[in-house]
């Protein structure tokens, strides 16, 4: 590989030294930068992104890929490439402060600040800003020269008043006067006549009713089509949606009827955008969704309903199609069409989709729901939930999910011209997959249906897989009882799934029916042979299908294998074995999101991770040559988010280091073959190589770090007490000395050392430590991997980190005195089991934590509703057995049961709607806790669920675990709320975060 000067290491050696460099403080947050929304245009030229402050406006920036051109739209967003490569479309939010501003006066929906659109040609200075828009839309793939837009409502006009002269203010005072004395003279008439007719009298006339028009309803906006070439628009009232077909040849346009005029019914509108014709193809109705047009942009097929009241209980939609040269839209099924089953109707939750020849129109049916009895009162009705042992799913996962079944649609099919309809989707085969190639007979059904109890304690249910055919609907059985899932190959000839039991991966012959293992002579592990949870290990998947499904590509853990799906040739090492021999884990990298398979003269990236040295690159290929070593690689992160121009060899992406904020990076690579490069290189003659010819920064984020005391981090190794070796991250400071002492925090949840190389935020936490901003303020933070036993998750963890912490006791550097641990979750877990085994640390904080795996093995995780039994016996808790089994084994990994055991001060977080790990089993350690009279305390952020949501939480936890750990490891006051408490009595008035004259419970 040819080497290239890279700017990301001149920006590494341009941080100057750290001397009076500042600490981080909360205060940093708020303005620190990522890089999203990336975009590359198809030509490769054009590169579109934006800078995000953690809170404020963002800056998109339009750029060119060799640096020539760079534009900045302030607080842009949503941005869009015109096919062409000619202009950029966005959005435009509003300041933040005025949004700000209008919900502290919390003004109305229609009162509030307002998206505009923001219309770039790439290459000019001028930008066209569009007030007040509420979405824009461009075609897929079309010309570039079309863009509609829909505006928000038009804002009232303000009357304008006249203002009168002195003695037109007079007469109008006169005028008044007298107007006020015939009123107070009619008044005294009236009330003489009611002393003789009664006070009957006194009623105001009835007035003539007039006929009602109809409810009123939400009308729709103005729509705008815009011809970017010519700059020319034309406008449509009353627009509700509005859609492009692919190649940008129709617009449909929904409109609403007019709530002012009559005769301005709802209507679907087909509009030709070559000649700017319109047809009207539907018209009348109360409801309209779901349009869906084929690749030509010449049929249409949408859900209505035209024949209920606005307001009746229940609707029953119908499916209608459109072609060109048709005079208006036509009903193609309702309820009652040939081929539907009794109770089913057409879904108006599918989106329609024709196949790829457009002979086919799939769609969806639903089952017709009993409506509501509405005669019924709430308060006279009892309300429960009824639990039965023979349900699929227990009632709360059924409650979660209830939404999701209410609109669940089952797959039908229309077949050309006729209108007999085929269903292929059932209860007992609810998930149809449509390969890429649609037009085939047969596609994939799979469903979990009466394999779904054993889920509670297995974790997964078993799945059925058919072929249905969409010329009658009948079924082959490919597979029952199968653990994992089936997926169809792209032009589906294949079905292919996983066997955990057999550990290897399995096709079925669409056309012959047979079934096929394609890896049996492969001779290393497809699956994670690292795995340490007491079930079946997961493989390491699928990479991608090979045009027209030639050969699928699997992986092992560090190569990638091609396989033919007929099994008739045997398994190749499509890495050539590189991976196992240097340690490098080979990972596919889609960098276009169309993508449905890998072509013969593909060029395709993997992402290369050394499992010894955690560096990581990028492997540049060619489909067309053998697989070689060209990319790059080095001591750095690539972000995952990598993007390919369609037309072009550019690639974009990020680079970073745990001391290097996130750097947008283009890379060029050379798409001609090289001969002489080739002959250097002295490889096989006819090999195609991608020769990468540059490498570009674009954007570095996140300067203002040079202001402050950042970290460095190492990658350290140790033996546990187990004899074992296990390797963890050391965080230190920028200005780290070794003759001094440092306090010192592990935080830990499963393994990380992988990420050794990745760029970390100072940000408000959502529940652990952040990571710069404790070793920016003088703490060293260690993250140990933890290797786990089968019944023995406690301990795994103390046999990991307390022999870590044992070892840094020998650093003269480490203060052994003030050592803290931090978890959350699963971490928050082995905090609150350690400091029950060991009283080393000066200082713990355990994050919504299980403290008794007896009472929380039963319950629910309320945030899927499903039972938490197979999470104790095969996953993450690994204890490998039902609690009747072996219920000393959940007793002995229960911090409760050994909560007198403890003297370390601990903080507990634990949010009262966390939906993961139930909030009563913090209450249960912290009551425990108190009544043996323990340090301890329990942050409950009122409404949250496992992690923080909300910045102003997020912020305000930031700052007490600061203050935490601050005040047992530093010695600094103790803030009011850890050493008195805040009473309920002070909610809202006193947040307790103010510190303490003197130091109050710094002994341990």
Known sequence: MRKLPCIFFLLLA?????????????????????????????????????????????TLVIQATDNSYRKEIPRGYAAEITDDNRFVICKIRPLFAATREAKIKKKKADEMPKDSLAIVAVGKDSVLRIPRIKSFKTPEKGTGQWLAYLQEKALPVPPIVPQADSTAQLNNLLHMADSLSRV????????????????????????????????????????????????????????????????????????????????????????NTATGKIDTVFRGFNDAKSFGLDEAGTQLAFIAERDSSTKALQKFYKLYYYRTGMDSARMRVDRKSTGIRNGFTVSETAVPEFSKN??????????????????LVDFETARLDIWHYNDDYLQPQQLVQLNTELQRS??????????????????????????????????????TKGN???????????????????????RKLVKEKQRGFFTMSPAGKYVIWYDGAQKNYFTYSVSTGAIINITKNIKVPLFDEDDDHPDDPPPHGIMKWHENDKYVYLYDKYDIWQCDPEGKKAPSNFTKGEGRLHKN??????????????????TVVFKELNEVSKQTGLKIHSMEGVFFDNGIFGPYQIGLNIIKAKNGNQFVYTKESFNQSPVLTTLYVATEEDTAYEAKKGVERGTVFRDIRSEVALYASNPQQKDYNWLTCELVKWKMFDGKMSEGLLFKPEDFDAKKKYPMIFYFYEKYSDDLYLYRQPAPSASTINIPLFVSNGYLVFVPDISYKKGE??????????????????????????????????????????VTRTNMFAAAEAGAPVSNMTSAYGGIRWGTGINRQFQYERTQSRIGYTLWQR????????????????????LITHNDADGAVPWYQGIEYFTALRRLGKKVWLLQYNGEDHNLVERRNRKDLSIRLSQYFDHFLKGAPAPHWLAEGVPATSKGIDWGTELEEKEVGSKR
């Open 452 to 474: 779904r109890v054993e889920s509670q304690w297995q974790g997964y249910a078993r799945t059925n897989a058919y072929l249905i055919s969409t010329t009658d609907g009948s």
């Open 410 to 447: 089952y797959k039908a099919v229309l077949n050309g011209n006729d209108d007999k309809v085929i269903q292929l989707g059932s209860e007992d085969a609810e998930n149809i997959t449509l390969p890429d190639d649609n037009n085939v007979e047969y596609l994939l059904a799979t469903s």
């Open 585 to 602: 884990i080979y990972r596919y990298i889609q960098t276009d999101k169309e993508e449905k398979f890998i072509s013969d003269t593909q």
């Open 358 to 375: 457009g002979q086919k129109l799939f769609f969806g049916l639903m089952p017709v729901r009993k409506p509501k009895d509405t005669t």
């Open 14 to 58: 341009g941080l100057v030294a750290t001397a009076q460099k500042k600490p981080l403080t909360h205060a940093v947050y708020d303005g620190w930068q990522s890089i999203n929304e990336r975009y590359i245009s198809n030509n490769g030229k054009w590169v579109v992104y934006t800078i995000t402050p953690q809170e404020g406006d963002a």
């Open 887 to 906: 219920p000393d084994l959940y007793i002995k990994n229960s911090p409760l049961f050994n909560a007198d055991k403890v003297k370390t001060p601990l």
């Open 184 to 271: 107070a003279d009619s008044l005294r008439n009236k009330a003489n006549e009611a002393k003789t007719k009664g006070l009957a009298t006194l009623k105001a006339p009835k007035k003539d009713a007039k006929p009602k028009a109809g409810d009123p309803i939400e009308e729709g906006t103005e729509l705008v089509l815009r011809n970017l070439y010519t700059g020319e628009e034309k406008k449509y009232p009353l627009v509700s949606d509005y859609y492009f077909s692919g190649p940008g040849n129709t617009l449909i346009i929904e409109t609403t009827r007019s709530n002012a005029d009559t005769l301005k019914k709802a209507a679907i509108v087909w509009l």
């Open 793 to 834: 998750p406690g301990e795994s963890a103390y046999n990991s980190v307390v022999s870590a912490a044992k070892y840094f006791t020998q650093k003269p550097w480490v203060d052994s005195t003030k050592m803290a641990i931090q978890g959350q979750s699963w971490g928050g877990y082995q905090v609150a089991y350690l």
